[in-house]
């Protein structure tokens, strides 16, 4: 495989909710910066032709970002469609007759991991695969089992090199920039070890439900769905070593580490919830014991964290939307009592807004020598002319760059560590809409508290003291 540019972009779901609220504002931002100028195939079975996949390719845009009609119009003379039955022979024949002068396309498996197979032994037998790339969506399999038989049958067929797992959250800026902001700094690395960070929590809250996607969420839940792929992600962003170089091997190599040196997690570590109404929730099993919400703490038995807890909490119908991660230091030994001193920490806001600030003790205000914590806060609102995550991972993989993409080893490491308190099936407690998840998850809780973020307008939003 080499490693020019793919000609073709084929997208398998061309009429699904994914295609309605991410693919078609990622091309349209791709068409615009000028890094799109291929044929791009909308493969569905919808009864559909051209003109209805173009005319929802405008909806969508209305909807999600709004049409910039010069690339809009770039666009539609790029989209092909092809409608068929991803297990009818026909549907790829049709495929192949778009793809005879690409040599190297790119296809996007928009499309639940169940449908695969069926669709790589079509490709396969069109002769679609040669030299082709091939991006699939998480969640990547169902649990370990599913996901090592999924990574054989997609090894079969493509090299490693040439398979993207997306994982959407990778391509987010702030979460890159937590690798960067680590090893570019010196004074980082002081302090960013087990000797003086006392715990990380990572929190991802969502404020809404699970917005008509009930079929699809009740055979997720939130471990499968946002724990073990973007939070796992982002855990080791944190915990990583630096890499040796800066090819997307030896970064993913560091990342594969972090996961080797966790345990599988521990019922005792984990309360799951699910929050009042879900079971009304369209698509939702009447009896659904699904998790709506998720606290757990890991360790990361290596040098450099041993010792260290690392709290993961997200959920949905939580007070806010936000995913912000808390590394809190530990103590000083001062002569103030430790109850009125507070923890050092460093606070990464990965959105809605995106910072990075650190809290510490300063003198109060007055002549007491009493000390109250306050933030350094560097903050910024996403510049509405930023790479959108699916823009910037979709550009990534047509280019070949796997750098933002899961590798198989890491895949199935991160499925290892969730995968028996999933078999359990450990108890879900109810939790009201709007709560901060249900009374259970102080028994995992981080030492000083979970931070709640606090959601502002003004760019330089703060946040109460962690
Ligand atoms: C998706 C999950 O992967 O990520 C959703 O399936 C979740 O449930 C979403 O809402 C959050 O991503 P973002 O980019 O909207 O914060």
């Not at 067929?157 to 398979?163: G, H, L």
């Not at 006392?198 to 055979?219: H, K, L, N, P, W």
């Not at 630096?242 to 345990?263: Q, W, Y």
């Not at 993409?405 to 499925?415: G, I, L, M, S």
Request: net charge negative; hydrophobic share 40%; aromatic share 10%.
């Amino acid at each position: 495989m080499n490693n020019s540019h793919s000609d073709a972009l084929v997208f398998f779901g061309a009429t699904g909710d994914l295609a309605y609220k991410k693919i078609f504002p990622a091309l349209q931002a791709m068409v615009k910066r000028g890094h799109l100028n291929v044929p791009v195939v909308g493969v569905a079975k919808a009864g559909w032709n051209l003109e209805q996949l173009k005319a929802r390719a405008h909806d969508s845009l209305e909807k999600h970002g709004g049409v910039d009609q010069a690339a809009f119009e770039k666009l539609s003379s790029l989209l092909r469609y092809v409608d068929g039955d991803y297990q009818d022979a026909e549907t790829f024949k049709a495929l192949g007759r778009e793809l005879k002068t690409a040599q190297r396309p790119a296809h996007y498996l928009a499309i639940p991991p169940t449908m695969f197979e069926a669709v790589l032994e079509q490709l396969t037998h069109c002769g679609c695969t040669t030299d082709a790339r091939i991006i699939v969506e998480k969640p990547f399999g169902h649990d370990l089992e599913s996901a090592r038989h999924l990574n054989q049958v997609l090894l079969r067929k493509f090299d490693e090199s040439s398979i993207f797992r997306i994982d959407h959250y990778l391509g987010k800026r702030p979460v890159h920039n937590m690798v960067v902001f680590r090893f570019t700094n010196a004074f980082m690395e002081a302090f960013w070890n087990r000797n003086y960070i006392e715990s990380v929590q990572i929190t991802m809250a969502e404020d809404f439900g699970v917005q008509g996607r009930g079929g699809f969420y009740d055979q997720t839940g939130t471990i499968r769905d946002v724990v073990q792929n973007h939070l796992f992600q982002v855990l080791c962003n944190l915990a990583m070593e630096a890499p040796v170089r800066m090819d997307s091997e030896s970064i993913r190599d560091e990342k594969v580490k972090v996961l080797k040196a966790i345990a599988a997690l521990e019922e005792k570590n984990i309360v799951r919830g699910q929050f009042r109404g879900y079971l009304d929730e369209k698509g939702v099993a009447p009896n659904s014991k699904v998790e709506t919400f998720a606290a757990l703490r890991l360790d990361v038995n290596s040098w450099r964290w041993h010792g260290v807890p690392f709290y993961i909490r997200a959920g949905k119908y939580l007070p806010v939307t936000c995913t912000e991660i808390v590394c809190r230091l530990r103590k000083p030994p001062t002569v103030i009592p430790a109850d009125e001193l507070q923890s050092n920490y460093l606070r990464f806001r990965i959105s809605p807004d995106v910072g990075i600030a650190m809290g510490m003790m300063v003198m109060a205000p007055g002549e007491k020598l009493v000390g109250e914590s306050a933030e350094m806060i560097a903050s910024q609102q996403p510049n509405a002319e930023e790479m959108d995550a699916y823009e910037r991972v979709l550009g990534d993989a047509m280019a070949g760059d796997a750098t933002l993409f899961a590798r198989e080893d890491y895949v199935e490491e991160a499925w290892r560590i969730v995968d028996p308190v999933l078999k359990k099936g450990t108890p879900v407690y109810p939790y009201e809409p709007k709560c901060w998840g249900p009374n259970e998850v102080e028994r995992v809780t981080p030492p000083g508290g979970w931070h709640d973020p606090i959601v502002r307008q003004e760019p330089s939003s703060a946040t109460k003291a962690a």
